[in-house]
């Protein structure tokens, strides 16, 4: 099963700290690999142009954000930097290669 997941986060995607399940905003499904690239390359497209800045880390993750979304972080006392990532998983796990 093939899943594309778009997660809020104060933290780049390819990280995947514990609990990251929990900043899930959307995560959509796909039998086939072609449907979910299809997909992720029509979420990309649009945050292309929402985002200014972006990075991507081999097929499974892609990072987007603007410098000035910020949140700020009590416990760190200090604005954090929010990032809106990308992650495809091939049964649960960031998909590495075809």
Not at 18 to 26: A, N, T, Y
Request: hydrophobic fraction near 40%.
């Amino acid at each position: 099963m093939h899943e594309i997941v778009y997660i809020r986060a104060d933290y780049e995607p390819w990280w995947m700290f514990e609990g990251w399940e929990e900043k899930v905003i959307s995560r959509q499904e796909f039998i086939k690999a072609e449907d979910a690239r299809l997909y992720l390359n029509e979420l990309m497209e649009k945050f292309t142009w929402q985002f200014s800045e972006h990075e991507q880390r081999g097929v499974a993750f892609a990072s987007y954000w603007n410098e000035e979304e910020t949140e700020y972080c009590e416990k760190c006392e200090e604005d954090l930097q929010i990032f809106h990532g990308l992650i495809w998983l091939l049964n649960g796990k960031p998909l590495i290669s075809f």
